[in-house]
């Protein structure tokens, strides 16, 4: 469900086998812990509100090295973070 694969509930629960049921209540399970998943299955930008500002928050410190073990842990790229730092400060300020 999360990048870099991005694959639907459903071609996961096709290729694995597991009832798409089970994996939505993992993704919510998943979401509650904390972790960030996509909201949905959409390949463009599927992350809520609260998890593109959870990234923020978590990488404003960060140095480059830091950044990149950061993004390879959750399967994001660099650019992304910058992306999502850009439309919350642009959120702000309107």
């Known amino acids: 469900m999360s990048p870099p694969m991005r694959q639907s509930v459903a071609q996961i629960s096709a290729e694995l086998g597991i009832h798409v049921i089970t994996l939505y209540k993992w993704r919510k399970t998943w979401r509650l812990q904390g972790e960030l998943v996509p909201a949905s299955d959409k390949v463009t930008d599927g992350w809520s509100a609260a998890d593109k500002l959870t990234v923020v928050l978590e990488t404003a410190g960060l140095n480059a090295t830091e950044l990149s073990a950061y993004c390879r ?3 994001l790229f660099p650019e992304q973070v910058e ?4 439309s919350t400060h642009r959120t702000e300020g309107a």
């Open 73 to 75: 842990e959750r399967g």
């Open 83 to 86: 992306s999502r730092r850009l």
